[in-house]
């Protein structure tokens, strides 16, 4: 009988930004439910939200563990692939969800706002790409899976220029470091997801139901992302052994907002 692709026993994942509240979260409950020890990090300002996510994962019978760490730091990130990987110094699948979003127009949006947004979001982004690369490129296997959005190619109805910026560099970075570690046995993809209510991200939306009725309208499917239901799919295919023939690919999950 074939072996099931989508299996990730054994494998140690690394979910940056994966404290609750976001998608970050859910990524790493996706993993654990196919079987991978997953290493859970995020900010120390994060640190309670961070310690939600760990004891859902451990009710869950799943092995993990919850790292503190900045994004924007490289001996941060360095230290935290190190901790992260098992005691061979194997890392098999990285997930980057670690991000930040300022709406603002870009005439109110200063030098620091905007630099603070793409130091996070893609500086980060390669930071940790990189060092997890290396550890993978050694291995000659590994799956990385970076989140962009769905406005990886294109802007929203909110102004926030620094927040699109970000998150179409992270499309390319994507693609540029697939073809860097592909020859490795890496493979290095992107999810671009939607409106996912309810997240950290999108609570706001609460408040504005106007609002969350155009986004909802605005889909194909006439309904937003819902978090731990309509992502798993997707960022397991890119995380296992069932997506190993792709690579430097933006996967949309916006129930057809791209394709409008």
């Not at 994962?57 to 924007?72: E, I, N, P, S, Y």
Request: hydrophobic share 45%.
């Amino acid at each position: 009988m074939r072996n099931d692709p989508f299996d990730l026993t054994g494998r140690r994942a690394l979910v940056a930004g994966a404290a609750w509240g976001g998608l970050g979260a859910y990524a790493a409950l996706a993993l654990a439910g196919r079987g991978a020890e997953v290493v859970v990090a995020d900010l120390p300002s994060r640190g309670a939200d961070l310690d939600a996510t760990l004891g859902r994962l451990l009710a869950a019978g799943a092995k993990a563990r919850a790292l503190r760490f900045d994004v924007t730091r490289q001996e941060h990130v360095e230290t935290l692939v190190a901790h992260a990987a098992d005691p061979d110094g194997r890392l098999d699948v990285l997930v980057n969800a670690a991000g930040v979003m300022l709406r603002r127009e870009a005439f109110d949006t200063s030098l620091e706002e905007w630099r603070r947004v793409l130091d996070v979001n893609l500086t980060g982004t390669w930071l940790l790409n990189r060092a997890a690369g290396r550890r993978m490129v050694a291995a000659g296997r590994g799956a990385i899976v970076n989140f962009s959005t769905v406005y990886a190619e294109r802007v929203g109805p909110i102004p926030e220029s620094a927040y699109y910026a970000s998150k179409a560099g992270i499309a390319n970075l994507t693609r540029s470091l697939a073809a860097e570690f592909g020859p490795h046995g890496v493979t290095v993809n992107c999810l671009a997801p939607a409106v996912f209510y309810p997240t950290e991200m999108t609570a706001p939306l609460r408040d504005d139901p106007e609002r969350l009725a155009w986004f909802e309208a605005r889909t194909m499917l006439g309904r937003l992302g819902e978090p731990g239901a309509d992502l798993d799919g997707p960022l397991l295919l890119l995380a296992s052994d069932a997506g190993r023939y792709m690579t430097g690919q933006v996967v949309y999950v916006d129930g057809g907002w791209s394709a409008w």
